[in-house]
């Protein structure tokens, strides 16, 4: 039986509590590192650095019903 969860997390602090939303992050992580997403360099001195954040967000198929964690 699967956990359905209808609320969004808006902290980390509440995506560590369900299992679902980590194994969603795991995902994502796994597909960035595949698909060459990322190239980590060295932070050159004086240059403004792109930050990025998690988002949280419940995915749903068009008529509504629910589709996956992202």
């Known amino acids: 039986m699967s956990t359905v969860i209808h609320v969004e997390p808006s902290t980390f602090e509440e995506v560590v509590k369900e299992q679902v939303w980590k194994d969603s992050m795991v995902e ?10 990322w190239d980590i360099v060295p932070r050159l001195k004086g240059k403004f650095v792109a930050t990025s954040k998690w988002l949280f967000k419940t995915k ?8 996956k964690y992202k």
Request: zero cysteines.
């Open 28 to 37: 994502e992580y796994e597909s960035i590192m595949k698909n060459n997403a």
């Open 60 to 67: 749903h198929v068009i008529d509504g019903n629910f589709e």
